[in-house]
């Protein structure tokens, strides 16, 4: 009996008839399936029965197998076998059964079975899947997220490969040394509060990151092209007759300003009139909200410099109800 004989009756009948000794693992098919009814596959270890009228339903890689367009490999025992992960071949075989299929909800997977299908040919899966992604993509697209800082060197690397402008709040409320005064448990909720719904604002715009590790309990922090442009720091020390206490203030104008300010490094198109005006107009702190430090003067003047605005220290009566306290400047 031929070599080519041999294979075709290895591949399927119920009943296969002998062959004679194969002096190979594998052989090749050069006529496919077309005189079968029934196909055993051997793909990348997962065995699947299945029928060539299945295979054939689609114009794809299975069916060109199938009428013989291209040759198969058949091993020894009859198991055409095909030289890709078996993992999603149970969904291609599904989708050519019944014509559509539920798609892993999985991303990953999902772009496995995209790889498959188009390895196969398999238009209709193919489509299937690009039409799925595109709905995940348009779905997720609305929401909004904040990174979280988990190592300097990560926020380094993402502050200078961000095309967008960066708003930070850093927040640590474990790092407090003394006593909170009455109120700043409020105020740094306020500050929290804030940042969540500046997020959602400029949402797409800015991107906004949090920062639970740093030194500072409540401290904000704005970037442009890479660098820091502006800091507001919310806390301070305050000195009771007893002993200190952190006082955090809730400074929104000036953060809301310094937001606004931020805007003109969007897309990153930077003005110099522009820049210079903003800085002017920002540079005046308001006497109830705080005063301004600019330092690191660096290439281009004034424009190069950052804004450090800190909370004014001032002469306060303590809100705790134990009398007057006189609260001194440090």
Request: neutral net charge.
């Amino acid at each position: 009996m031929s070599a080519e004989a041999s294979s075709e009756s290895v591949v399927l009948g119920p009943d296969p008839a002998p062959s004679a000794p194969s002096h190979g693992i594998e052989e090749k098919a050069g006529r496919g399936l077309a005189g079968s009814k029934y196909v055993k596959l051997n793909v990348g270890g997962s065995i699947h029965y299945t029928t060539v009228q299945t295979l054939s339903k689609e114009d794809s890689l299975l069916k060109s197998m199938c009428d013989g367009s291209v040759d198969v490999t058949i091993d020894s025992e009859g198991w055409v076998v095909l030289d890709r992960c078996g993992r999603h071949f149970p969904l291609v075989l599904n989708f050519l059964r019944d014509g559509t299929v539920p798609l892993p909800e999985s991303q990953r997977e999902l772009e496995e079975v995209l790889k498959e299908a188009q390895y196969y040919r398999l238009q209709g899966l193919v489509q299937h899947c690009l039409t799925t992604l595109q709905k995940r993509s348009e779905f997720y697209e609305g929401g909004c997220r904040i990174p979280m800082i988990t190592s300097a060197k990560e926020e380094q690397r993402m502050i200078a490969t961000c095309r967008k402008p960066v708003v930070k709040l850093q927040n640590n409320r474990a790092n407090n040394k003394y006593s909170y005064t009455s109120n700043s448990d409020d105020n740094l909720l306020r500050n929290i509060e804030l940042f969540d719904k500046l997020g959602l604002r400029f949402n797409g715009r800015v991107l906004f990151i949090k920062d639970v590790l740093g030194d500072e309990i409540c401290c904000w922090s704005f970037y442009g092209e890479g660098r820091k442009i502006a800091e507001v720091c919310c806390t301070s020390i305050v000195y009771a007759t007893e002993k200190k206490q952190t006082k955090v203030e809730f400074p929104e104008a000036r953060i809301f300003e310094e937001t606004l300010n931020i805007l003109i490094y969007e897309n990153g198109r930077v003005s110099g009139s522009g820049s210079m005006a903003l800085w002017d107009s920002s540079g005046v702190s308001s006497p109830s909200v705080g005063q301004s430090e600019e330092s690191g003067a660096g290439v281009g003047g004034g424009d190069r410099r950052v804004r450090r605005i800190h909370v004014r220290r001032h002469i306060m009566h303590d809100e705790r109800g134990h009398g007057q306290q006189t609260v001194y400047k440090d």
